[in-house]
């Protein structure tokens, strides 16, 4: 999408279901559709998931809080990571611009919540702590497979390229699978 061009009809129902949709401070959407943290954060769920799993049966306790903090945790290194790494020479960090990033990381704290839901109600679908993990990791996948097309659609791509965002993100949730699989859990 090129910039000043308008949002497709969609676009504007994607930027009110959204907690992290784009908008400038006149409120209209901005030309740039940026999911990275809700798929990294999903991705990194989905491993945290497999990893906790691998090792037997983990607690479902243990597990939404391991899901939370390493979001958290993750959420920290990349503001920091990204303050440090496009600091100007000369140029000092200010609140507004950690602020401003740490808004724009927090997708990756928010991908968690879902799979960390999924772990706390699962006791209600009658689920053990194997089935638990298989439910979390496949929240996890899903969402991330969700948001590489909402992203897509955000950003005006076309249905096959929409299509093709969802096959790269299925094939990476399905790697972290396949690692929970080759484990033996």
């Known amino acids: 999408m090129r910039p000043g061009q308008a949002l497709p009809p969609y676009g504007d129902l994607v930027n009110r279901l959204l907690p992290w949709s784009r ?12 999911y990275a943290g809700a798929l990294y954060g999903s991705l ?4 945290v998931v497999a990893a906790a799993s691998a090792v037997g049966d ?3 306790l243990q597990l939404v809080v391991l899901l939370l903090v390493t979001g958290l945790v993750f959420w920290a290194a990349h503001v920091y990571a990204h303050l440090a790494g496009e600091r100007l020479v000369g140029r ?3 609140w507004t611009e950690t602020r401003r990033v740490g808004r724009r990381e927090w997708p990756i704290v928010e991908a968690a ?3 960390a839901v999924a772990v706390a109600l699962s006791p209600l679908l009658g689920l053990g702590l ?11 996948v899903t969402q ?9 659609l955000h950003a005006g791509a076309s249905r096959a390229l929409v299509s093709v965002e969802g096959a790269v993100n299925l094939i990476l949730g399905l790697a972290i699978v396949a690692a929970k699989v080759a484990v033996g859990h």
């Open 113 to 115: 919540v879902l799979p």
């Open 44 to 47: 990194l769920a989905a491993s």
């Open 58 to 60: 983990f607690p479902r």
């Open 23 to 34: 908008r400038a401070p006149s409120g209209r959407p901005l030309s740039r559709a940026d």
């Open 92 to 94: 000092r960090l200010d």
């Open 130 to 140: 194997s089935g638990t993990a298989w439910l979390a990791l496949g929240v996890a």
């Open 144 to 152: 991330q497979v969700a948001w590489a097309c909402i992203g897509a």
